[in-house]
């Protein structure tokens, strides 16, 4: 089976443009099909900030009104995702800058209101992934550079996590092809000291997560991360790694998730 290798970069690494310049340098010279999903979130909130809007976050996710839709938008699906994709073209890589609506590439739902209404945030189902269309990208050659908006199929675009996009291409695709699952941001890893870059937690399972958690060493927008990782191994996904974005050609770096 082919492999393919779907990154996610986000943290410091989007909002710096020297750290992100160099990190598509390295990816653009991946071997074999890949896929790029991004965030950019630190970028929104001061936008958002200086047009005297407030970033409003629960458990590492954002709540989306619809003043924060736009602002989310113009950032992820414009700036920073167009940004990206001519770096990486810079590079010889020939990527093509997409949200979920573009080729109805992903579709998902409007989150359900429960304890916490998440406004406009998009939620994946079962078939939010046109693996068909994105399949057919990456055989004519093209690295779809995915950015966190998606929309309902109703003329609705939503905002939706990063890292669980990543999560579902990778379940979405894994029968077509051996699918590596790299989450890379500013930090060697998941650490057990965050001002520690040497306290890296080499392998996580689900037990270990758990206690983790329980300890508060894993907390915030790193809880979405694992959430995802642990999804996607559940679901037929072999490898995910959480690493830094220098590392990502450092088969020994790094957080594996299993």
Do not use: W
């Not at 790029?36 to 009104?65: F, Q, W």
């Amino acid at each position: 089976m082919e492999k393919l290798n779907i990154v996610k970069i986000g943290g410091n690494i989007v909002e710096n443009e020297t750290a992100l310049s160099a990190f598509t340098n390295v990816f653009a010279n991946l071997k074999g099909k890949k896929i790029l999903v991004h965030g950019g979130g630190k970028i929104a909130s001061k936008l958002a900030s200086d047009l005297g809007i407030e970033a409003k976050m629960v458990n590492g996710r954002r709540i989306t009104d619809l003043e924060t839709l736009k602002i989310v938008t113009m950032v992820y699906a414009g700036l920073t995702n167009k940004s990206i994709v001519a770096l990486l073209q810079a590079n010889h890589c020939d990527a093509i800058g997409l949200s979920g609506a573009d080729g109805n590439t992903i579709r998902t739902i409007k989150r359900p209101v429960k304890e916490i209404d998440y406004g406009f945030a998009g939620d994946m189902t079962p078939t939010s992934i046109h693996n068909k269309r994105i399949q057919s990208l990456l055989e004519l050659g093209l690295c779809p550079v995915f950015s966190a908006i998606t929309h309902n199929g109703e003329g609705q675009l939503l905002n939706t996590n990063a890292d669980t996009i990543a999560s579902a291409l990778a379940v979405g695709l894994a029968s077509n092809y051996d699918i590596s699952l790299i989450y890379c941001f500013e930090k060697r890893g998941v650490l057990k000291d965050i001002e520690d870059e040497g306290s890296v937690i080499t392998q996580i399972n689900r037990t270990h997560y758990s206690m983790l958690k329980e300890q508060g060493i894993i907390a915030d927008g790193m809880i979405p991360k694992l959430d995802n990782a642990f999804d996607a191994i559940s679901k037929g996904v072999k490898k995910v790694i959480i690493k830094h974005a220098n590392d990502l050609t450092d088969e020994q770096a790094g957080t594996t998730i299993f």
